[in-house]
């Protein structure tokens, strides 16, 4: 046996133990926690013992092929009320079987469902059966290229399949995929072609519109330059430095510079405006400091295993000259899980601990109890799983929110709700019960006729998809019927509506230039033109012929003017993005200014009379200490105002009390389920009563008075939650929106308008015309397709998990999403829009959406992923063809871009539930959502440059020599590991190119030219995804960024050749790092050298 010690620059020391044949069978971390590998004769790895004990067994056949693997024994508990019942104790299994070649054809799992695999006589995938019978089928072609894919429906009660859809697919003399078509069985209805240069580098790309987006790249094969033909072109500009990293982006508007450290570390970030976001980090690459633009501070400390121990965000309030410290505690179990978290507020005279919040796990790693003490004040989460990781039962207690008697049904004054939820063989969520609210929604699927229904107290809402899986046709349980129709792309094309069809435009690229209505007399009701900048914001709005709006924007990106009536305003911001003056142009008066204390909090707004001049009131802000809006008060003339801002433990408003000249004239309390969704509103002596569906989604608000219930309205959408009617009165009004999903206007049945909505760019209301009494009860305004609820009480939107004061335009708490270092705007946690409301929205609260494409289909395999950063996270949690090996590394990467606490654990379990009802995975998913103005060339580059990481995500890599074993059993996991902010000391993969078209790694090896790929790295990194052309093909278990992190640590762990092959190393990772369980790298090289021919994972 062999014993290495591995010490970082820190002196932290962690310990690896091999055996005679270098397989690792004990490592002790650097904070002394054990974990122990045993393997049978053959080499396999049959049992894992973690530090906590727990242990994972593997099993194999004859030929050393994974087929069964045990997962610890899971204690699961369910309650009653607030009574635990007696613990069960369950083993899951996953069971894989193969056929004589060793191909997987069937796999079991944990709640029994079997998935099939099968295979042609050449050894490639043919066709695949999901656990309810629908099928794919796979055809190739001479050079085992995938030309063609058809998916059949599997109907049981007539025990057929129904074909529902063909695609096509097409490859140049290199086997490079050049086009593939819709899912019509038409192989003409192209929706993408692709052309390349010489090396593989993607030069070209064409939509099926016609859209033409080409790159350029430099002898590094780094995309310095796009254009897309849109109309004006939009064009961007990158450059980098001498190894890789990105040093300067452009756009028409200006340069921003990063500058990074001898490591790769980003130390500083320069706008376009000349200010600075700085950072610095110690010797392992952690990052102890960041310092925005206008003097924010915020510092990290870290245990010896590079886990967050404490967050110091320093507040300073100049003119008070107060300094206060913000600061966060995490503490983790011995396998790196958050067990508890503690926020505290401390000035040089008191230490006030805000909030406590601690975690339980199951053997699986999966939160099972989450337990918060704000105030002395408890609210608990509790979950149980199925076999598959779905969480089935959630009970909810929450002293935070006190319920008034009669309306709360068990008479305790606190919420207290358990949300039972069912899944279908394919874990989609078919049907949701909530005893606090004593509604079940249900959902079904009909995979033959290609319908998805939802069933309420409303009645019964039918989608229909076409073969694309793109929403066709929509019937509501008022029998009225909404039908879609695309451009090959995806783009929205025609709704036809009752009494109305709406037709949609695009500029040549990916925006939309002209949305117009016509009823059913021929009239228009609707009728936009949008013209845009060469960096795709909109630049005029032009209502019915006339103008109506202009804008401009600061090079930063800011709405700078706005243009309308005769009135030009102007917003001024300090460096983080915070509006600190408005100024009416065409007066020359100011019409509002702002300041703000560090870390972005606001400190006071001034109003004034923008014709005069006058000051009309003053507003002062106080804060909680961990960041949530505590009170504002408000001068006018004679009369004070207060309004006092209470909070949940999830940070989610709960209670406003208003208080005018000392007498209290209004108390609001809102309640929340388990999911974060708000279920009600009382006012005074006045319940409002939000009834959701199993998508979340309010279809019913009923108001309850004195004992007396009515329903105040009903609402409409599709299935993604997106408005189309409402009725009030025993009359249905239908939407109309603009391109910013504004609700614009209400029309009847005939078309005809109703009620007309005017906001300004933030969300204030300027003016409603028409039935002013079915204007009010319709609670859907600014941002309202999306579901962006107006609150009249409040004069807030809950827009997702928080409320938005457009008065500020800002948000009254932080989000958790701590944002991107490479975009320091992003680092304002209480920002709306970045700054930008014209051309950004944030309909769930999490991170600004740029309008890409707005009304774009959003398919059922699909849906509405809002986070754009983590969207490819999203879709994998939420797939039901993602392993419990795929979710548990997506969900520690969108925990690795969440603060933990508030609702981390509560969105993550929401984005995973709410996901499990779609049906198909997507052939072709994009790398990313998102292609920002800032970000289209950096997102290129990612998937060209191999080996960089974007600087901005907290990483959540391992520091060098720290190879931690990861736990292959934990479903939908969300339990949280805080790594290391910082990139680690390791920088392993990270790529220099050489002067001979070669390129070698921060490990040492050097990857080549390579006949089929253009380069050995592109030949590695064909095993970050599926084949299904090639049978025993394995793919890497983390994503395309960190693989060749992974080879050059197998690299430097090798130990000796193959016996039959001296270029041969089957290297032993001490951790799983393959998606079927696969524990080493089989790394192949030119014998004798460090020229890479391959690496791919398996099992030693």
């Known amino acids: 046996m062999t014993l290495t010690a591995e010490t970082n620059a820190l002196n932290q020391t962690a310990y690896f133990k091999y055996d005679g044949d270098r397989k690792l069978i004990e490592s002790i971390d650097r904070l002394g926690k054990k974990t122990e590998n045993k393997y049978d004769r053959n080499g396999n790895l049959i049992k894992v013992i973690n530090p906590l004990n727990q242990v994972v067994e593997y099993s194999y056949d004859e030929a050393n092929r994974l087929t069964l693997i045990k997962h610890p024994q899971v204690t699961k508990v369910r309650y009653e009320g607030q009574a635990p019942l007696p613990p ?97 069985g038409n192989p003409n209805s192209i929706v993408e072609k692709t052309k390349y240069d010489a090396l593989g580098n993607e030069v070209k790309v064409i939509s099926g519109t016609g859209v033409v987006t080409e790159y350029q790249y430099n002898r590094n094969n780094e995309s310095i330059y796009s254009k897309e033909s849109s109309s004006p072109p939009v064009e961007t500009w990158a450059l980098y430095d001498g190894v890789g990293n990105l040093a300067i982006s452009i756009d028409k508007q200006g340069a921003t510079y990063n500058i990074y450290d001898m490591n790769g570390n980003l130390l500083q970030v320069v706008d376009s405006e000349g200010k600075k976001t700085t950072y610095t980090y110690n010797a392992v690459g952690d990052k102890l400091k960041q310092v925005d633009s206008t003097g924010g501070e915020t510092e990290w400390q870290y245990d010896d295993e590079g886990q967050i121990k404490k967050e110091i965000v320093k507040i300073v309030d100049s003119e008070k000259n107060e300094t206060k410290y913000q600061i966060t505690d995490y503490q983790y179990d011995d396998l790196g899980q958050v067990n508890k978290k503690t926020i505290t507020e401390k000035s040089s005279e008191t230490s006030v601990t805000s909030k406590e919040i601690t975690y339980s796990y199951d053997e699986l790693g999966r939160v099972v109890k989450e337990t918060a003490i704000v105030d002395g004040k408890i609210t608990e989460n509790r ?69 998805e229904t939802f069933q309420s107290a409303l009645g019964t809402t039918t989608v229909v998809y076409d073969n694309d899986d793109r929403t066709k046709e929509i019937t509501t349980p008022n029998f009225d019927t909404i039908m879609y129709e695309y451009y090959v792309d995806d783009s929205l094309a025609k709704v036809t509506a009752p009494g109305i069809t709406t037709a949609f435009t695009y500029n040549g690229g990916s925006k939309v230039s002209t949305i117009k209505g016509v009823n059913i007399n021929g009239a228009t009701v609707i009728d936009y033109q949008y013209g845009y900048t060469d960096t795709e914001q909109i630049a005029q709005v032009t209502e019915k012929g006339q103008v109506k709006k202009k804008y401009t924007y600061a090079p930063n990106g800011y709405l700078e003017t706005v243009e309308t009536n005769g009135t030009k305003l102007k917003y001024t911001y300090d460096s983080n993005g915070n509006i600190v003056k408005v100024e009416n142009l065409t007066t020359g008066k100011l019409k509002s200014e702002y300041t703000y204390m560090t870390g972005n909090r606001i400190k006071q707004r001034k109003d004034y009379n923008d014709q005069t001049g006058a000051l009309i009131r003053t507003t002062d802000y106080t804060f909680h200490p961990n960041g949530m809006l505590a009170k504002a008060i408000t001068v006018e003339g004679t009369k004070k105002t207060v309004i006092d801002y209470g909070y949940n433990s999830d940070d989610q408003l709960i209670s406003i009390r208003t208080t005018v000249d000392g007498n209290v004239v209004k108390n609001i309390i809102y309640e929340y389920d388990q999911d974060g969704n708000r279920l009600s509103k009382t006012v005074g002596h006045t319940h409002y009563h939000y009834h959701r569906d199993t998508n979340g989604e309010i279809f019913i608000i009923t108001k309850q008075i004195a004992g007396g219930q009515e329903t105040t309205a009903s609402f409409y959408k599709d299935s993604d939650g997106n408005l189309l009617s409402f009725r009030y009165k025993d009359v249905v009004y239908y939407y109309q ?38 204007a009010e009860a319709n609670p859907y305004r600014y941002v309202g397709k999306y579901g962006v609820l107006y609150d009249p009480d409040s004069d807030m939107y809950l827009m997702g998990w928080r409320d938005y004061d457009p008065k500020t335009g800002r948000f009254i708490v932080p989000d958790e999403y701590e944002g991107e270092e490479t975009e320091p705007t992003s680092l304002n946690r209480y920002l709306y829009a970045d700054g930008d409301p014209v051309n950004n929205i944030d309909p769930d609260g999490h991170l600004p959406k740029w309008l890409q494409r707005g009304w774009k289909a959003t398919k059922k395999f699909a849906k509405k992923g809002y986070n754009i950063a983590i969207g490819d996270d999203i879709r994998t949690l939420k797939s039901p063809k993602s392993k419990w090996y795929h979710k548990a590394g997506a969900a520690a990467s969108i925990a690795s871009n969440f603060i933990l606490g508030a609702g981390a654990v509560k969105w993550g379990i929401k984005a995973v539930k709410y996901g499990k009802k779609m049906k198909k995975a997507k052939k072709f998913v994009a790398v990313s959502v998102k292609k920002t103005r800032k970000s289209k060339l950096q997102s290129k580059r990612y998937s060209q440059t191999w080996g960089y990481k974007p600087s901005g995500h907290r990483k959540s890599t391992p520091r060098k020599g720290t190879p931690r074993l990861t736990k292959p059993a934990s479903g939908d996991n969300i339990g949280v590991n805080l790594r290391s902010k910082g990139t680690g000391n390791s920088q392993l993969g990270k790529l220099t190119y050489n002067k001979d078209g070669t390129w070698t790694s921060s490990g040492g090896l050097v990857y080549g030219p390579d006949k089929k790929f253009g380069n050995r790295v592109n030949h590695i990194l064909a095993h970050t995804k599926p084949n299904l052309n090639k049978a025993n093909h394995t793919v890497f278990n983390v994503d395309k960024t960190k693989v060749l992190g992974v080879v050059d640590e197998a690299w430097a762990r090798k130990g000796q050749p193959l016996p039959n092959d001296p270029g041969a190393y089957i290297v032993p990772m001490g951790r799983v790092i393959g998606t079927n369980g696969e524990t080493a790298v089989r790394l192949v090289v030119k014998p004798g050298t460090n020229e890479v021919i391959t690496a791919y994972p398996v099992k030693p």
């Open 737 to 774: 929106f603009n391109v910013r999903g504004d609700v614009i206007a209400l029309t009847d049945a005939a078309g005809n308008i109703v009620v007309t909505y005017e906001y300004d760019e933030w969300g204030n209301v300027i003016s409603i015309t028409g039935n002013l009494e079915v």
């Open 383 to 451: 979950y149980y799983y199925d076999n598959n990781g779905n969480v089935t039962n959630t009970w909810t207690y929450d002293q935070t929110v006190q319920v008034p008697i009669e309306y709360d049904p068990d008479g305790d004054g606190y919420f207290n709700s358990e949300t039972v939820s069912v899944y279908d063989g394919n874990n989609r969520l078919i049907q949701e019960s909530i005893t606090h609210t004593a509604t079940t929604t249900v959902n079904r699927f009909d995979d033959k006729n290609n319908t």
């Open 88 to 184: 069960e104790t369950v083993i899951i299994t996953e069971v894989f079987e193969y056929n004589e070649l060793g191909q997987k054809v069937a796999e079991k799992d944990g709640n029994g469902h079997v998935s099939q695999s099968i295979y042609d006589k050449a050894g490639r995938l043919a066709r695949t059966v999901d656990p309810l019978g629908n099928q794919r089928i796979m055809y190739y072609d001479a050079n085992d290229n995938k030309y063609k894919e058809e998916d059949w429906a599997y109907d049981s009660v007539t025990d057929t399949l129904y074909k529902k859809g063909t695609t096509f697919y097409t490859y140049d003399e290199l086997n490079r995929l050049i086009s593939f078509t819709d899912a019509s």
